[in-house]
DNA sequence: TAGATTGTTAATCGATTAACAATC
DNA sequence: TAGATTGTTAATCGATTAACAATC
């Protein structure tokens, strides 16, 4: 991670699709790739994607343009895809279950220590062999063992007393599903992922392009 | 719907956290607001609230600020929140089934009226009273049946075909789970949820403020 | 009326795009 | 070397914030 001043967000956001879109290059052993024709790919304009990247580095080279491989670890890097981190689930209800089986999770590096609920009937079940804990043993779980990410996939009346918990014992980022803004101190990174948000705005959209009528 | 020129991404996605934030004013029976309250709630400034608002009309009034009621109701409809959709859901893997199960959606005015899925153990099997259909009866269906918006819940490797079996019948709006880019004519609008690229985005987060230390 | 708060214009800030010298 | 393409600066565009006259 080489320069300085802060990045900003709008570059931040588009890390992810450069690390797509350069896996599925090197799937394809392109070994390398020029801004150009990386933005014919991507959609971004080629002088966005060499603002961005030099954000972090000079990876280019002149007159060649960007090694596939090369390009795909360091933003790999950059994005944190080579730490791992442990995690917890609180909330086993349908979201929570989905979290927990999807796959992609373990690849990234996000471990899945332990899933709590509140619901009896849940508390016990297994979920991929993690066995469905007792939300009263929350607080407990977290002096005890060092989590890093905290997934809450509770209802939204839940949250924060949820988030309150992995707050007081060191957890040091939210990946929050409930529709409700957490309240957390700055040195807590809060992820939302807003379900309906998304829906609206796609109905939004369908409304105002009038593509659609009833 | 008032003004005329076009809204901006900008604007149109922090409608539906005026709009959360107006039905729990509304809950609190809180009936009036001003921008600067509503500023101080929401975390957007009282002078982007008033600019985003009036983008769609003269909801307030001088001196008093913006009925609660009103305000909620009109940014509901700008939102097509009082039209009704018809929706399939492609894929009844642990996304598909938790959107199934996900009680808001109908209560958005989106119903669900059938599954496909291309898996024989899940073909058949019944998900909130609906049964999975075999993915190949989805063209078909399609046909038969005038459905609004497609859920995308396959892996990404088969999420262009399903989509393109969609835009061929007509469906106008795709909520996309698959981790890929769909091509899609202008007309059909995209909304994707990347739940990964949500995740990398987090762990980039945490590396980022030196919060994260293995 | 006086006070409050909007709607709206103007100023500022930040992000994207264009241009081009540097250089592989 | 000549051609290609980067890294980077400058220009443009768009979004946010500030200011204030209009008005309830």
């Known amino acids: 991670m080489a320069k300085e001043t802060k990045i900003s967000m709008a570059v931040i956001r588009r890390l992810p699709k450069y690390h797509r879109y350069l896996g599925e290059l090197l799937r394809k052993d392109i070994d390398r790739i020029s801004s150009k024709e990386l933005s014919e790919r991507i959609g971004f304009t080629a002088s966005q994607i060499r603002q961005d990247l030099n954000c972090f580095g000079d990876f280019g080279q002149q007159g060649y343009g960007y090694n596939v491989k ?44 332990a899933i709590f609920d509140k619901n009896p009937k849940l508390v016990g079940i297994k979920i991929r062999d993690i066995e469905v804990k007792d939300v009263d043993c929350l607080d407990t779980y977290l002096k005890e063992n060092k989590i890093d990410i905290g997934i809450i996939c509770v209802p939204k009346e839940h949250a924060q007393s949820i988030a309150d918990i992995m707050i007081k014992n060191g957890i040091k980022g939210i990946w929050n599903f409930a529709p409700t803004d957490l309240n957390a101190p700055d040195d807590v990174i809060v992820e939302n992922v807003h379900l309906s948000e998304s829906l609206m705005i796609l109905s939004y959209r369908l409304n105002e392009s009038e593509l659609f009528k009833e």
Chains 1, 2 share one sequence.
Request: charged residues 20%; aromatic residues 12%; glycine residues 14%.
């Open 70 to 113: 090369d390009l795909y670890d360091q933003i790999g890097k950059i994005l944190g895809l080579d730490k791992n981190y442990k995690t917890v689930i609180v909330g086993a209800g349908n979201i929570g279950q989905a979290v927990a089986n999807y796959a992609k999770f373990e690849k990234l590096g996000f471990h899945l220590q």
